[in-house]
């Protein structure tokens, strides 16, 4: 410590080059080795506090809403006969559906993908970026680039993993951008983070056709069949304002999924991007090329 | 050897209660940032050169997690740390308003330091937005955390100063 103190200024500049030579080697991917290192010791607390807050979180929010439990019990009972009559009819649906599907021998879109649990157990640090840690990783299956979701919708990607934890970004950050699009009209587009519109728990989504967009509020957003990384037509969330400026025209999207109370998540352990790559076994028939639909066949 | 695993258990413990419980205490979608507090009291207690040691340590535990690559953090809080212990010899430690000041320029200058690393040169140009929206409040919250956390690092030092006394060697 003395010799340190003698050649201060060596020491600091010597520290500081330390961490320009550590940021650029690291730049592409961190060394797996040292998150394993750092979670010997800060996983266990993690855990800890995290579950601690979850449970008093809980208490909390059992007790406030102890007052509002019978007006919330009759309309969930309402809700559910009218639910289980939908559910009814889209069994019927559903079995039409299947027999359709075999008639035009299209593989089942929204096929059960493998998917693993995880529990968040720690938020980013800093207020910039909203990111987190979740307490799955490579051991369980989980690799970079994968997709997290929850009931509703998606939350975001996986980033980095070690052997325990990984690190996922949310909709919501500025650094992560999703090929999406309006189900409605199926305009083509990007749902990015804003860290403006992060304060309000909202983020955004870009159009191709820029000015031209053919969008409304209410337009739910799905991903997109282009996308590398998703799986299509997940439900990102719906458009509750669409803006023009002088930078062109954007929608403000509310996500499907409530990321300031998620306790847990889904991670999808495919990876979407080999399949892509892969040639195409059995293409969908075009609506054109349906016979006794009415309309001209093209040649 | 005392000295460094009980600064190491701090800062581990800060780290896993900043994320963990901290969003719990989230105000207008800010929150403190006591590791910066704890590495500037350091500094300001024990001089430059360990302040800086303290803040690389720090700062490496959130770069594993949270940073764009090994480095960035470490480097912005060993030179926060770096500079609340250089007027070491000018100031009386006693005085809880010293590490007033100096925890506000730090926590101003790390999130000028994030916003010039990460949004000014994707575009993001909106400044006084920013400002008013995430560098003001955050430096405030961090502000008013830091008697409190001074108080308590000032304490440990103390304590730690007389055990290292007891172990001393006189000749």
């Given amino acids: 410590m003395e010799t340190l103190s003698k050649h201060k200024k060596a020491f600091i500049i010597g520290m500081c080059l330390l961490c320009a030579v550590l940021a650029f080697s690291t730049i592409r991917s961190k060394p797996a080795f040292l998150a394993d290192f750092a979670n010997f010791f800060v996983m266990p607390m993690q855990s800890a506090f995290s579950e601690a807050g979850y449970w008093i979180d809980d208490r909390i929010s059992f007790v406030a809403s102890l007052e509002h439990l019978y007006a919330e019990n009759r309309e969930l009972r309402e809700q559910n006969a009218a639910l289980l009559e939908e559910n009814q009819r889209l069994g019927f ?27 968040i157990i720690g938020h980013g640090v800093n207020d910039w970026y909203d990111m987190y840690t979740i307490d799955k990783g490579t051991n369980q299956g989980i690799k970079p680039s994968m997709i997290a979701i929850a009931p509703g919708g998606v939350v975001g990607t996986v980033v980095e993993c070690s052997s325990d934890t990984s690190t996922i970004r949310t909709l919501m950050d500025e650094n992560l951008v999703i090929s999406a699009q309006c189900s409605r009209t199926k305009e083509f587009g990007y749902v990015m983070g804003d860290s403006v519109l992060m304060r309000q728990g909202l983020c955004r989504m870009e159009f191709q056709n820029g000015q031209n967009a053919e969008i409304l509020q209410n337009d739910t957003v799905v991903t997109s069949q282009f996308s ?19 930078t062109g025209k954007y929608a403000v999207i509310e996500p499907a999924v409530d990321l300031s109370s998620l306790e847990t998540l889904l991670v999808v352990t495919k990876e979407f991007k080999a399949e892509s790559e892969a040639p195409t076994p059995t293409p969908i028939p075009s609506p054109t090329a349906t016979p006794g639909a009415g309309s001209v066949l093209v040649k | 050897m005392l000295r460094v695993s009980i600064m190491a258990f701090i800062l581990t413990v800060n780290f896993a209660l900043q994320t963990t419980l901290f969003k ?21 207690l024990r001089g430059d050169v360990e ?21 960035l953090y ?25 590490p007033l000041p100096l925890c506000a320029g730090a926590a101003f200058a790390s999130q000028c330091a994030i916003y010039f690393a990460g949004f000014l040169f994707r575009g993001k140009l909106d400044l006084p937005f920013y400002f008013r929206m995430i560098m003001l409040p955050g430096s405030v919250y961090t502000i008013i955390v830091t008697i409190p956390v001074y108080a308590s690092m000032y304490w440990v030092n103390t304590k730690l100063e007389s055990a290292e006394k007891l172990n001393r060697k006189l000749f």
Avoid: H, W
């Avoid at chain 2, 803040?55 to 690559?69: A, E, T, W």
């Avoid at chain 2, 470490?74 to 010293?98: I, R, S, T, V």
């Fill in chain 1, 93 to 119: 649906m559903k079995d039409e559906n299947q027999k359709l599907s075999e008639l035009l021998a299209v593989d089942q879109l929204y096929a059960d993908y493998p998917k693993v649990g995880a529990r």
């Fill in chain 1, 228 to 246: 590398i990384y998703y799986p299509a037509g997940v439900s990102i969330g719906k458009i509750v304002d669409v803006i023009s400026d002088a």
């Fill in chain 2, 24 to 44: 719990y205490i989230e105000i207008l979608g800010v929150k403190p940032d006591t590791a910066l507090v704890i590495v500037v009291s350091y500094g300001i």
């Fill in chain 2, 51 to 71: 302040g800086a040691l303290a803040g690389f340590l720090s700062g490496l535990l959130q770069d594993i997690y949270f940073g764009p690559c090994i480095g």
């Fill in chain 2, 74 to 98: 470490a480097l912005l809080q060993m030179l926060a740390g770096y500079f609340a212990g250089k007027p070491f010899k000018d100031f009386y430690k006693e005085n809880y308003l010293l």
